[in-house]
């Protein structure tokens, strides 16, 4: 008995292949995973720093999380909850630098 023979370029391949295929559920999952990100990232720095991250935001972003960001508040209640895919219209910028 011996060691199987490994193609590793073929087995990388076929690996890339079936890594990289993009589906359409999965496309929206990503973004929404990303949108919740983006509010949870900002609740946690206003939280700790006491300001929004720096960010852009599009026209189209909800009017009241607009007025918020302006006034360096979370306006966010227990009886008014922001939609997290209304964060698709946040564009995050750079926030931290880590020192190596």
């Known amino acids: 008995m011996g060691y199987p023979v ?3 370029d073929a087995t990388t391949k076929s690996c890339m292949n079936k890594g990289t295929v993009m589906k359409q559920d999965l496309q929206e999952a990503a973004i ?4 919740m990100f983006k509010k949870e990232f900002c609740r946690q720095v206003l939280k ?3 300001k ?3 960010l ?3 026209p189209q972003l909800n009017p009241h999380i607009v007025s918020c960001i302006l006034e360096n508040e979370w306006g966010e209640t227990t009886s008014l909850k922001w939609d997290p895919m209304d964060f698709q ?11 190596k």
Do not use: Q
């Open 6 to 8: 490994v193609d590793m």
């Open 32 to 35: 929404a995973i990303d949108c």
């Open 48 to 50: 700790r720093h006491n």
């Open 52 to 54: 929004w991250p720096m």
């Open 56 to 58: 852009s935001f599009d």
């Open 89 to 99: 219209h946040v564009h995050l910028k750079k926030n931290f630098d880590f020192k």
